[in-house]
């Protein structure tokens, strides 16, 4: 079972190198030396030295076509950097694909979540017993991350994607949250990323995910929101404590596998007898998840977050850090909105803009454009970021302005 | 002009015939928008409407649960509409608002469970949830800041109205421009989506909206800002396209547009007063009159809506008031002199000519009258808004008067109607006329 297989994965994961856009050694651009080559689940990951200014970096380069990287890429520059997001700088162009230059972080929590687990003990499920180094809250229960804190910074992170720009990540896992070398937890992965505003009247349907970390309506694929998100951190919580995922069964290999399952699981009353077990560990033996947990503590928030009925989750991220101090004794932790330098985040609006246009959401990069050529920029970047604005609003089925603002100078 | 409204529940209120059920009926089958884009129409023409208002609360209220799986939720443009202002509830200390209906509850104390906000029930000083939060406590209680008030926020919130809402009669508008900030003007959904925002207008409202393209920096300092006010109104009037005066009947505001927008510039230009009735206004709303009965007359049983509408007092008087303003200008400038007003349903044109030569009036069309018909429609037409077109002529050597009009109804099955007269020989030979 593998509880990363995200829907729409390749059931065969390409071959190492093979496919690869750059080989190690190689000095992209003129700027990046590849210094390692990872694939994730839908994009080669290259971590690489930014020879100009010595720093590490992350460039993500999708598998297939350039669309999923759009989509991440514009839910990323649209967001003003956030020191529990990471951070995208700017973008590479490749031979078939663009890659998107992230600020390094060296560790998931899905990596640490395993080393722990492995220096369990053996014979004793990890999660009952408190194995050296991982936190532990008030409540006793031990967790597998070296800082209770990780907790409370993920939440800080997705009530920064939330509050701010209306989003649901839609793909939270442990995989998907890195740790600096502090330390610190960073959202990551915005490929599935939804703004849920009502736009045209309806609410968004997620296309997809990672099953195992779904919310019930995100399997179902019927519209969803940001409480999707708090569903999934219901499941990552559970598996910072034990370990395992909170189904009473294995999950199948392959992704379409996986959501039949799931699809079956919620059609059943075990969800519901699930939250039972987790709030009731005392009076209710525990046969929709591997192992229990102390019911007045951890297991009464995983219970909250992992309610069938969305409007019965926490309503935020940020009543989800009350409940982590209020019953955790979890401290909340805010960061600070660090703003980029002018010319930084001028040309990550250029280059959100250029991916909307490829995206066909015209009217999105007009806005975007206006607002970047009503401040004054440099003559180079003007006439870049100009033409960009006519190809949009010919996009957009707005000759005549395309054309008035080919006059301007 | 602007101050904000708060609905006030009243102790009796006359019911509109219906509507509970219509909305209710709307709402069981999960058409909040629809339901709501109704009741928005009814609050624009009576925003003293207690039926409507009360209704709209109810809809307003839905929880966002609700709406995730219903047919058609609401928009977020309909949330914020600045109809819905007076039964908003707005924190005192950010720009969160949100919509309760703990004003429809009879009781003084009442506890409510997952509260947007809590509310001074003495002077109604209002927190936010987030604000809420950060607010110094005494104890578990939390005092009301208005300086002198002793009372405790508690959860039942009642209206606060909106701050910065432009509260302003429809009916009395005659135009509002917008101008967006950068060197692209918005498109006209868009330019809706902020304007009723901050005026109780509805999206059918869009002929009324005129976009305007800005010149960038200028926006930047209030001064700059309200001097391109000035001289848009200045341009429009000068271009006849509003009545004389406009900048005395000008309101500006600068407003953020929606999130991933920037600051837009909106000038609310009302109405003129009517003038009283002079003999000469008197003496066109009469002429006009008997145009109307002759062509009834000639055409028996053209009896639409657009038809019988023309035939109304208020647009008789306000075609008579814009065609004595186009007489005057063309008098001063000895040749065609055009001014034009939306009126209700109407788009309505009025051109004056100084003689009463029907060859040298044809003169004055260049290319020919269907030709500058067919620009001045193209011009000022909005499709999809239900909006007829009328040209009124009037030809005059200062002593006799002649009228002459086109129609061109909203309802392609109502007769349209072409002036004639102003059509060449040749032309109307070509038409069989």
Redesign the interface.
């Known amino acids: 079972m593998d509880p990363d297989v995200t829907a729409g994965d390749r059931f065969t994961p390409p071959e190492r190198l093979a496919d690869a856009p750059a080989a190690l050694g190689e000095v992209i651009q003129g700027r990046w030396s590849v210094t390692e080559i990872l694939s994730g689940g839908q994009a080669w990951v290259l971590i690489v030295n930014d020879v100009e200014q010595g720093n590490r970096r992350a460039i993500k380069v999708p598998f297939s076509g350039s669309l999923t990287g759009d989509v991440e890429l514009v839910a990323l520059f649209?967001l003003e950097p956030y020191p529990r997001v990471v951070t995208a700088l700017e973008t590479v162009e490749f031979d078939r694909s663009m890659g998107l230059v992230l600020e390094y972080v060296p560790r998931s929590l899905s990596e640490i979540i395993g080393r722990e687990r492995s220096a369990a003990s053996p014979e004793r499920p990890a999660g009952l017993s408190r194995p050296s180094g991982p936190a532990r809250t008030d409540v006793g229960t031990p967790l597998l991350v070296p800082r209770e804190e990780v907790l409370q910074e993920i939440c800080d992170g997705m009530a920064y994607l939330s509050n701010k720009?209306e989003f649901a990540h839609l793909d939270l896992k442990p995989s998907n949250v890195l740790i600096d070398e502090a330390g610190i937890a960073k959202v990551a992965d915005f490929g599935m990323a939804r703004q849920v505003?009502?736009?045209q009247?309806?609410?968004p349907v997620a296309s997809g995910g990672t099953w195992a970390y779904a919310a019930p309506?995100v399997v179902r694929l019927?519209?969803?929101?940001s409480r999707a998100d708090i569903f999934s951190f219901g499941v990552l919580l559970y598996e910072v404590c034990t370990g395992m995922l909170p189904y009473p069964f294995g999950l199948a290999s392959s992704p379409d596998a996986q959501r039949e399952q799931l699809l079956e699981y919620y059609r059943s009353g075990g969800p519901r007898r699930r939250c039972d077990e987790l709030y009731y560990p005392e009076q209710i033996e525990a046969t929709q998840i591997p192992m229990p947990l102390p019911g007045d503590g951890v297991g009464a928030i995983i219970s909250d977050c992992l309610q069938e009925?969305?409007?019965k989750r926490p309503?935020s991220f940020?009543d989800l850090g009350k409940q982590l101090l209020e019953i955790l004794g979890i401290p909340i932790v805010r960061a600070e909105v660090v703003p980029l330098a002018e010319i930084d985040d001028q040309r990550r609006v250029l280059a959100m803009s250029q991916a909307l246009i490829r995206l066909r959401r015209f009217?999105?990069a007009?806005?975007?454009?206006?607002?970047l050529?009503?401040k004054p920029v440099n003559e180079a970047f003007f006439i870049e970021a100009k033409q960009t604005?006519q190809s949009a609003?010919l996009g957009?089925g707005?000759p005549d302005?395309a054309a008035?603002?080919g006059r301007?100078l | 002009m602007s101050s904000t409204r708060v609905f006030e529940m009243p102790e009796h209120w006359e019911p509109v015939p219906g509507l509970h059920e219509r909305i209710s009926a709307l709402i069981g089958d999960g058409r909040y928008r629809t339901a709501m884009a109704e009741l928005l129409d009814l609050l624009r023409q009576d925003p003293s409407n207690v039926e409507a208002a009360t209704q709209a609360m109810v809809v307003a209220y839905t929880s966002r649960t609700e709406l995730l799986n219903a047919k058609e939720p609401l928009t977020s443009d309909q949330r914020s509409s600045a109809i819905l202002a007076p039964i908003a509830t707005q924190c005192s200390v950010c720009d969160n608002f949100w919509y309760s209906i703990h004003v429809l509850a009879q009781y003084e104390y009442l506890g409510v469970a997952g509260a947007r906000g809590v509310q001074c029930p003495i002077c109604r000083y209002t927190l936010c949830k987030e604000c809420a939060a950060a607010a110094p406590r005494r104890g578990t209680a939390l005092p009301c800041a208005t300086p002198g008030c002793a009372g405790e926020l508690q959860t039942r919130a009642l209206p606060t109205g909106r701050r910065g809402v432009l509260l302003i009669d429809p009916g009395r508008t005659e135009r509002v421009i917008v101008v967006r900030d950068g060197p692209i003007p918005p498109e006209i959904g868009e330019a809706l989506s902020v304007v009723t925002r901050w005026i109780p207008l509805v999206p059918k409202d869009a002929p009324f909206v005129l976009i305007c393209r800005s010149v960038p920096g200028l926006m930047r300092e209030e001064a700059s800002c309200q001097f391109m006010a000035w001289k848009l109104v200045d341009t429009l009037e000068k271009d006849t396209v509003l009545a004389p005066g406009a900048w005395d009947r000008s309101t500006s505001m600068r407003v953020h547009g929606t999130e991933d927008d920037i600051d837009y510039l909106i000038i609310t230009v009302e109405l003129p007063d009517k003038a009283p009735s002079s003999a000469a206004h008197g003496f066109l709303a009469d002429l006009i009159r008997d145009h109307l009965q002759r062509v009834a007359e000639e055409n028996p049983g053209n009896s639409g809506p657009c038809w019988t509408g023309l035939d109304s007092d208020d647009i008789i008087d306000e075609t008579a008031a814009l065609l004595l303003q186009a007489s005057e200008d063309a008098r001063k400038m000895n040749h065609l002199a055009t001014r034009m007003r939306i009126f209700s349903k109407y788009i309505i044109v009025a051109g004056a000519i100084p003689t009463l030569d029907l060859p040298q009036a044809r003169g004055q069309f260049e290319n020919g009258y269907p030709s500058y018909i067919e620009r001045l429609y193209e011009n000022f037409r909005f499709p999809g808004y239900d909006m007829s077109f009328v040209h009124w002529i009037s030809c005059s050597d200062g002593r006799t008067t002649q009228l002459h009009m086109t129609l061109l109804p909203a309802d392609p099955s109502e007769l349209a109607m072409l002036a004639q007269d102003m059509l060449e020989p040749t032309v109307r030979r070509s038409l069989g006329l």
Not at chain 1, 222 to 225: A, F, G, I, L, M
Not at chain 1, 366 to 371: D, E, I, P
Request: glycine share 8%; aromatic share 8%; hydrophobic share 40%.
């Open positions: 649209g720009r505003r009502i736009r009247g309806v609410f309506e019927e519209p969803c929101d009925y969305p409007g309503s940020r009217d999105e007009v806005r975007a454009l206006n607002r050529l009503s604005a609003l957009a707005r302005i008035a603002l301007w």
